[in-house]
C-alpha cells in the first residue's frame, strides 16, 4: 500500500513538474523589467516619485542602499551578473570616485539627510577591493548620512579572496552578514563553471567570520549546474553540513544564454540536468537542509530557527526586492554603480550598463539612469500581491476587488486549486506546502502585464 502511494505521488510530481516547468520571472520586482513601460518613463518623473517616497518614510524605516561593484579577476560561466572581468586593481580608484559622485548627486536632490537602514554590496566580486577602498567608499557614504539603529549591512565574498582584514574592516564599518558564493564542491562541476574553490578556503572565511563576530554567515550552492546529479548535490550538502552557516540558499541554476551569450556556454545543453532531474535535486537537498536543522524561507532560501531571516518571516517582516531577501524593509532603495536598479515603491530606475558609459554620464553631471517603470494603480496592487506571496506564501485583497476586476486571475487560481497546489479563499489564497515549488508559476498568475502580452521569445529561466 506504501509503495503504490509512492508511486502515485511521484506519477502526480512528474505531471505538475511537466505541465509547469515554463519560462518565468523569479520577481525581484513587478512589473518585471522586460515589461516595464520605458515610454512613460523619464528621469524627472523618477525624481519626483523618489523625493515623494523619501519624505514619506526616511525619518520612519530609513532607506537602502545598494551598491555594484562589477569586477572580478576571472569569468564564472553559469554566472547571469553584470561584471566586467579584469586583474588590474587600479580600476579600483576612479570607480569607487564615480559612486561617490552619483551617491552626491542624490543627496542634492533629498530634503534631508537620508538615514540608511540596510547596505548591500553585490557585483561582480566586492570582495575584488581592496579593504582600505572599501572602507574609503562605505566611510564617505555614511559621512553624509544617518545610521538607523537596526541597521542590516551585508556583502557578498568570494571565499578565495576575502580575507580577514576584508571580514574586519567591514565589521568595523557595521556589517554583520555575509553571504559567500560556494556553488558546488565537485571538481568536474567546478571546472565546467570555471569557478575553482576548495572547502578549506569556505571553512576558513567562515571561521574567520564568526570569530570576529558576524551575526549571519550564509552560503550560496546552486542547483541544476552542468553534471550535477544526485550524488553531487548530496556530498555538497554534508560538506556544507559541517561549517554549520547561519543561512543557505539554494538557488536553481537559470540558464539564460539567450541574454548573457558565450559566458554561458562553457558547457553544451546536453551536460545540464532536465527539469525532472534537476527538481530531483532541489526536493532532496530541501530534505537533506530540513533534516540538518533548516526552514525554508520564501523560495530557494532556507535558515536556522536563530537568524533573523527566519525571525523575520514569524514577525510578517520579510521583504523581497532587486537584493534579494531582506529581514527588514524600506520603501526607498537606491541603487549606486553600473546597471544598478533603485526603487522608489512608486517607480523603477536602472543605471546604464557599461561603465564607461556610466563613467560618461556622470562626469556631465547626470544621473547614470537610462531606463525605468513608473508603477501604476493596478501595478501597485499586483505588486502587493506578489510580495506577499513569494515572502509569505499567501495573499489578500479587499472587496472582492480581483473577483469583480481580475476574473481572470481567479480562473488561473482555480487551475493551482484543483492540482493541490494552494487553497482559494474569499478575497485571499494561501499556498499549499505542495505548492512551494511552483510559487513562480502561481505569481505568474497575477501577472497583468504578461497575461496581455505574451512574450513571443522566451525572455526568463525556466521555472522548474
Avoid at 513587478?30 to 519624505?55: A, C, H, M, N, R
Avoid at 552542468?226 to 550538502?237: R, Y
Avoid at 544564454?257 to 554561458?264: L, R, T
Avoid at 520603501?331 to 549606486?336: K, N, P, R, S, T
Amino acid at each position: 500500500m506504501r509503495l503504490e502511494s509512492q508511486i502515485k505521488r511521484t506519477m502526480t510530481n512528474t505531471r505538475l513538474i511537466q505541465k509547469y516547468n515554463v519560462p518565468g520571472p523569479r520577481y525581484t520586482s513587478y512589473p518585471t523589467v522586460p515589461y516595464w513601460d520605458v515610454t512613460d518613463f523619464s528621469i524627472e518623473k523618477w525624481i519626483k516619485t523618489l523625493q515623494q517616497s523619501f519624505e514619506e518614510s526616511n525619518q520612519k524605516e530609513g532607506i537602502s542602499l545598494y551598491l555594484h561593484l562589477p569586477f572580478c579577476e576571472s569569468l564564472c560561466t553559469f554566472c547571469a551578473c553584470n561584471k566586467r572581468i579584469t586583474k588590474q586593481h587600479h580600476v579600483e580608484a576612479p570607480y569607487i570616485e564615480a559612486l561617490l559622485k552619483e551617491w552626491q548627486l542624490y543627496l542634492d536632490l533629498l530634503p534631508e539627510k537620508p538615514v540608511i537602514r540596510e547596505v548591500h554590496l553585490g557585483g561582480g566580486t566586492p570582495s575584488f577591493f581592496s579593504p582600505e577602498n572599501l572602507k574609503f567608499l562605505l566611510e564617505n557614504i555614511f559621512s553624509k548620512a544617518e545610521i538607523h539603529p537596526e541597521r542590516e549591512f551585508s556583502f557578498e565574498g568570494h571565499p578565495n579572496n576575502t580575507t580577514q582584514e576584508h571580514l574586519q574592516t567591514l565589521y568595523d564599518l557595521g556589517f554583520r552578514r555575509v553571504s559567500f558564493g560556494v556553488q558546488d564542491y565537485d571538481p568536474e562541476v567546478q571546472k565546467a563553471i570555471h569557478r575553482i574553490q576548495l572547502p578549506e578556503n569556505v571553512q576558513k572565511a567562515t571561521e574567520i567570520a564568526r570569530k570576529i563576530g558576524y551575526e549571519s554567515v550564509s552560503h550560496d550552492l546552486v542547483f541544476g549546474l552542468p553534471f550535477q546529479n544526485l550524488d553531487k548535490v548530496i556530498a555538497t550538502i554534508k560538506i556544507t553540513e559541517g561549517f554549520h552557516p547561519d543561512r543557505i540558499a539554494f538557488y536553481s541554476y537559470a540558464h539564460v544564454p539567450w541574454i548573457k551569450g558565450v559566458g554561458q556556454r562553457g558547457f553544451k545543453e546536453e551536460d545540464l540536468p532536465g527539469g525532472e532531474e534537476k527538481r530531483e535535486l532541489y526536493e532532496k537537498g530541501k530534505e537533506l537542509l530540513e533534516d540538518m536543522g533548516y526552514l525554508e524561507i520564501g523560495m530557494d532560501h532556507f535558515s536556522l530557527k536563530t537568524d533573523s531571516l527566519y525571525q523575520s518571516m514569524i514577525n510578517k517582516k520579510i521583504h523581497r526586492n532587486f537584493m534579494g531577501y531582506t529581514s527588514s524593509s524600506t520603501q526607498v532603495m537606491i541603487g549606486l554603480g553600473v546597471s544598478s536598479i533603485s526603487d522608489s515603491w512608486y517607480a523603477f530606475a536602472q543605471n546604464v550598463k557599461t561603465i564607461e558609459e556610466y563613467y560618461r554620464e556622470l562626469e556631465n553631471n547626470k544621473l547614470p539612469i537610462f531606463r525605468g517603470h513608473i508603477l501604476k494603480e493596478e501595478d501597485l496592487f499586483i505588486r502587493k500581491q506578489i510580495l506577499n506571496l513569494m515572502c509569505l506564501l499567501e495573499t489578500q485583497w479587499e472587496n472582492n476587488i480581483i473577483e469583480e476586476k481580475y476574473p481572470e486571475i481567479i480562473g488561473r487560481l482555480k487551475e493551482f486549486e484543483n492540482d493541490g497546489l494552494l487553497e482559494l479563499k474569499k478575497n485571499s489564497i494561501v499556498v499549499k506546502e505542495k505548492g512551494r515549488s511552483f510559487i513562480r508559476n502561481i505569481c505568474m498568475a497575477f501577472d497583468l502585464r504578461m497575461m496581455r502580452n505574451v512574450p513571443q521569445t522566451r525572455l526568463f529561466s525556466m521555472t522548474v
